[in-house]
């Protein structure tokens, strides 16, 4: 094991079970290069008026089950970290190791609702929202919900190989019901709320309070609910979503962002509710002294 690994099973040990961080965790770095894939589109459900539940009224898992579409998708191995054709066995490691970390601070405080976000645009904040939730999903009885809140620039569903919309977008704008934008998968306990169609004002939809009664309402049914969202240096969304979230997890993308930015970024969330930073596409054994790692989540290249 790591000296990291070994400084970070020391650090979770001793911290009080009402634990809120300070400073940044290194959750760790996924590791290779990626492409894209095509979206499928699906007509928007219009609901009636008077259709659509109350916002935040509590959601039961048999009857998510049941009213959820279930498209069949068709995982992009691009984005699928999982995926053989992958260029790093370890980053899957990886992954399951950033998942029993998080999980080990959800025993030391509530924790379930998840904001992934990074301070530039393509750091991969999508790839790692995306293999996190595989990563929980595919566990035996774990049951994660990812929301797609990138309303700008949404690539979920291109990783997944979903339909987009109807998605959070159709009903933060009153013209879908909380059934008609959730997915579901037989083969694996994931959920996908998609971003939905474009709309001309996401961070006013964002704000409006149903984001947040959506989440309450749906949350109590998963062990995690993650969302995605766009890059902090460009818009608030991400600090909007956070105020009704329990962590934020920062992407950095290795040998791309500069050091001043991601502090700006950090200190946007610190001393709220920063939970850590994903050093992402790094090479292992590289010296990122910068952000104090070094090893851990990683690609094998060199
Ligand atoms: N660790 C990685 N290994 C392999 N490919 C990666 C990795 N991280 C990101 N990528 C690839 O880099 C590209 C950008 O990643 P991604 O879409 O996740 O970034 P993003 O931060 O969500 O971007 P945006 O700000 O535009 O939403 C994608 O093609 C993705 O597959
Ligand atoms: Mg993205």
Request: with cysteine.
């Amino acid at each position: 094991m790591s000296r990291i690994h070994e400084a970070l099973k020391r650090a979770e040990e001793q911290r009080p079970s009402a634990w809120k961080p300070a400073e940044p965790t290194p959750f760790g770095v996924a590791g290779g290069e990626g492409g894209s894939a095509s979206a499928v589109s699906r007509a928007l459900y219009s609901p009636k008026w008077g259709e659509i539940p109350a916002p935040g009224r509590r959601l039961r898992l048999e009857e998510l089950r049941q009213r959820s579409s279930k498209p069949g998708w068709k995982l992009n191995p691009d984005y699928d970290a999982f995926s053989p054709q992958h260029s790093s066995a370890l980053c899957a490691e990886q992954f399951r190791t950033l998942r029993s970390r998080l999980y080990r601070l959800k025993e030391k405080s509530p924790l379930r609702t998840l904001v992934v976000t990074s301070t530039l645009p393509g750091e991969g904040k999508t790839f790692v929202a995306l293999n996190l939730a595989l990563a929980i999903a595919r566990q035996h009885e774990r049951r994660a919900l990812l929301i797609d809140a990138d309303l700008r620039a949404s690539r979920i569903h291109v990783g997944l190989g979903a339909p987009s919309a109807p998605g959070l977008s159709d009903y933060l704008s009153g013209k879908a019901d909380e059934f008609s934008i959730l997915q579901a998968d037989p083969k694996v306990e994931l959920f996908l709320v998609p971003a939905g169609k474009p709309v001309p004002n996401p961070s006013e939809l964002l704000a409006n309070g149903m984001l947040k009664s959506f989440i309450d309402g749906v949350s109590p049914v998963f062990e995690w609910v993650i969302v995605d969202t766009p890059p902090v240096l460009a818009v608030a969304d991400a600090g909007i979503i956070a105020e009704f979230c329990d962590g934020v997890m920062v992407v950095v993308r290795a040998n791309k962002t500069p050091h001043d930015l991601v502090k700006t970024t950090l200190q946007e969330f610190r001393g709220n509710n920063l939970l850590g930073v994903v050093l992402n596409d790094a090479s292992e054994g590289a010296n990122y002294g910068g952000y104090s790692f070094r090893a851990g989540f990683g690609t094998d290249k060199k």
